[in-house]
């Protein structure tokens, strides 16, 4: 299973307490669940500052 961040999760969460709480804190924040839903292919709901997305390849 692999979480927000697309890392694999499991038994190494209870071996890395800090590491656990540190991913549990970015992956609540706000910014962060948007931004992998970008990654993701969806088109999250936002404050309407975000004009659109682009491939990286497209950018030049």
Do not use: F, N, T, W
Not at 39 to 57: F, R, V, Y
């Amino acid at each position: 299973m692999r979480g927000a961040l697309g890392v694999p999760q499991g038994g190494r969460r209870a071996a890395y307490p800090k590491q656990a709480a540190l991913r549990r804190r970015i992956e609540s924040d706000p910014d962060v669940r948007y931004a992998q839903a970008i990654e993701d292919g969806e088109k999250p709901a936002g404050s309407g500052a975000c004009l659109g997305h682009i491939p990286l390849a497209e950018s030049d």
